[in-house]
């Protein structure tokens, strides 16, 4: 059955406005320059309520939640969202309590902050909580959101650790399952700026059904149906290893660099999509096939 809810996952880095310097300044335009054509906006716009839309802000993946949730929470309201949670799950108790089952119910979005993605799924996988929160994607509309750890986590599995300088020594990507909201895809964040490009094309030569998603900072994926936009202000990187012709994988040490044939790779920008069953990519502002203003 296909998901009725919507995801958002982000790169990372969200342009939200700097709330937690010291320089803060009321007028905060000059914190936040990324409005109109702006993630955060995005999110508050495809949900279902709109500025009225019960937003929770999970900082359970950051070691510093103290800090990022009042920020994502200013930010959200800046925009016009009128309620704007922070959720601080800790622990796996917390996490099958009523309370925060309740909580989930009552939510429109879910916005998962950048931390860890091991710590993520280690405190919420399996608890009630994101029994919860599957059960509404897959049946209403709702939107999980995720930036950086909560991007990666998404997935129905994901990398966990990886160094990028070495990512095509064999074995040196390590991956575990994510919180299952997508299939047959792994993402990887802040993915340009960190020159994570290896770690996807080992991910996918490892199993080449699986789509590679690189997301670039203050970049992200809306993913509605089958197909996913790219938003934000930066470049989507998509690995397909369908048409693999040749590898060494299984005929090398571990540590002992990998060898991959005819793998393909795309590279979006701002309202390219790519439509997950059919695999074809479309290039919105096309030099040779422009696609019309209104389809």
Same mark, same amino acid.
């Given at each position: ?8 996952? *982000? ?8 709330? %937690? &310097? ?5 007028? @905060? &335009? ?13 999110? !508050? ?10 937003? &929770?802000?999970?900082?359970? =993946?950051?070691? !510093?939640?103290?800090? @990022? ?10 925009? /016009? =969202? ?12 917390? =996490?099958?309590?009523?309370? +925060? ?5 009552? =939510? ?30 897959? &049946? ?11 991007? %990666? ?5 994901? *990398? ?12 040196? *990507? ?7 909201? !997508?299939?047959?895809?792994? @993402? #990887? ?40 936009? %790219? ?9 397909? /290893?369908?048409?693999?012709? #040749? ?20 590279? +979006? ?13 479309? !290039? @919105? ?11």
């Amino acid at each position: 059955m296909k998901a009725v809810g919507k995801l958002m996952i *982000i790169g990372g880095a969200v342009n939200k406005g700097s709330f %937690a &310097e010291t320089e803060y300044d009321q007028n @905060v &335009e000059k914190n936040l320059n990324f409005f109109e054509r702006g993630i955060l906006r995005k999110i !508050i716009d495809e949900s279902r309520l709109k500025k009225d839309s019960v937003i &929770e802000v999970i900082t359970t =993946a950051s070691q !510093i939640p103290q800090i @990022v949730g009042p920020e994502y929470k200013k930010a959200f309201e800046f925009l /016009g =969202a009128k309620t704007v949670n922070i959720l601080d799950i800790q622990n796996r108790e917390q =996490a099958n309590s009523d309370a +925060m089952v309740a909580r989930a119910n009552a =939510a429109d979005v879910v916005m998962f902050t950048g931390g860890d993605q091991l710590r993520l799924t280690s405190i919420l996988g399996g608890t009630r909580f994101h029994e919860a929160i599957l059960v509404k994607y897959q &049946e209403q509309n709702f939107i999980y959101a995720g930036t950086s750890a909560g991007a %990666a986590a998404a997935s129905e599995n994901m *990398i966990y650790q990886g160094s990028s300088s070495e990512a095509l020594l064999k074995g040196e *990507i390590k991956t575990t399952q994510g919180l299952g909201f !997508i299939e047959n895809v792994i @993402v #990887d964040t802040h993915f340009v700026q960190r020159g994570r490009i290896g770690r996807l094309f080992q991910s996918v030569v490892n199993n080449p059904r699986t789509l590679g998603i690189g997301l670039g900072e203050d970049t992200g994926l809306y993913i509605s149906g089958d197909r996913m936009t %790219a938003i934000g202000s930066g470049l989507v990187i998509l690995v397909d /290893g369908r048409f693999i012709k #040749d590898t060494n994988l299984t005929k090398i040490q571990l540590g002992e660099p990998i060898s991959i044939d005819n793998l393909t790779v795309h590279v +979006m920008s701002q309202n390219d999509y790519f439509d997950l069953k059919t695999k074809e990519f479309t !290039i @919105v502002n096309s030099q040779y096939n422009p696609i019309p203003q209104d389809s």
